[in-house]
Nanobody, 125 residues
Framework: QGQLVESGGGLVQAGGSLRLSCAAS????????MGWFRQAPGKDREFVGA????????YYADSLTGRFTISRDNAKNTLVLQLNSLKPEDTAVYFC??????????????????WGQGTQVTVSS
């Protein structure tokens, strides 16, 4: 059974950076559309960004463009989310997910078939 395992979360001061990784085992990330979502306490899970397996094109939530960057390291079978200029409102559990690249939109969490367990990001003011 394939797994997605996130790492790299932690506590950081506002304005700082973190690099989150999502390691895939039993699945090849280059065969999937890969996305990042986050869920803050008391809030719904929201789209952060995604990357197309075909084109490498990236998609971001409008509010996050410019601060967050998604990339994929096919050799390491890993998805990466670079978080810069972090704000306290970025505090959340961050999840990576995989979906079929042949259907659906990258923005909708319900299109994703496989999920990691999440990694906590806490930004202090």
């Amino acid at each position: 059974q394939g797994q997605l395992v996130e790492s790299g979360g932690g506590l950081v001061q506002a304005g700082g950076s973190l690099r989150l990784s999502c390691a895939a085992s039993g699945r090849t990330v280059s065969n999937y559309g890969m996305g990042w979502f986050r869920q803050a306490p008391g809030k719904d899970r929201e789209f952060v960004g995604a990357i197309s397996m075909f084109t490498g094109r990236t998609y971001y939530a409008d509010s996050l463009t410019g601060r967050f960057t998604i990339s994929r390291d096919n050799a390491k079978n890993t998805l990466v989310l670079q978080l810069n200029s972090l704000k306290p409102e970025d505090t959340a559990v961050y999840f990576c997910a995989a979906k079929s690249p042949y259907r659906g939109t990258y923005y909708d969490q319900h299109e994703y078939d496989y999920w990691g367990q999440g990694t906590q990001v806490t930004v202090s003011s």
